[in-house]
């Protein structure tokens, strides 16, 4: 599940695919599970919000690499809010599942300043405290994942955190916050 960056749309996208494509390969799309999504009136198809969008794409080659055999959901949320989302994936999210929400987090403040703000907003995450689109771009889909956290009793364990100013040729005038958390029951 990923934030949209470039097309407006009310609700969650799903393309209307069988595959998506990597330099490592097609992935295959979960076909079933999305044509029972978008039977939700929160989710609909919409191959133009897919077709330039990244933070979906991104995440891909790392599961290819770390997963030998799976099948793809690819959510794009829009305008939505964050329970609906929470009660569309909830369905799907069992103990083969691997759940992956992409976001950034703090986008192009100073070094300090996204420090600052960063660390406010992992220790809301980790409080289960809704945060806002100004703490992160996938702000709905970590909402969704939180109230599920909370709702089925698991556990967040963060693993990193750093910023695009900590790498070795970083601008630390402009920089863009990560963070990465694992989910266990």
Not at 19 to 41: K, M, R, W, Y
Request: overall charge negative.
């Amino acid at each position: 599940m990923g934030p949209n960056h470039r097309v407006a749309f009310h609700g969650c996208a799903l393309p209307k695919h069988c595959s998506f494509s990597t330099p490592l390969g097609n992935i295959p799309l979960d076909t079933g599970a999305i044509e029972q999504l978008v039977n939700n009136p929160n989710c609909h198809y919409n191959n133009h919000a897919h077709a330039e969008e990244h933070s979906l794409e991104v995440q891909l080659p790392f599961l290819q690499r770390c997963l030998s055999d799976f099948e793809l959901i690819p959510l794009l949320t829009g305008t939505v809010d964050a329970i609906d989302v929470a009660h569309l994936i909830e369905p799907y999210w069992e103990d083969t599942t691997l759940l992956v929400i992409s976001s950034d987090l703090s986008h192009f403040h100073p070094y300090k300043e996204c420090n600052d703000i960063d660390t406010r907003s992992c220790h809301k995450i980790e409080a289960g405290t809704p945060l806002t689109s100004k703490e992160a771009c996938g702000y709905l889909g970590i909402n969704a994942a939180n109230a599920l956290i909370k709702q089925q009793r698991c556990q967040l364990q963060r693993l990193s955190r750093a910023n695009s100013g900590d790498s070795p040729h970083g601008d630390k005038n402009r920089v863009v916050g990560y963070v990465s958390y694992a989910i266990s029951r």
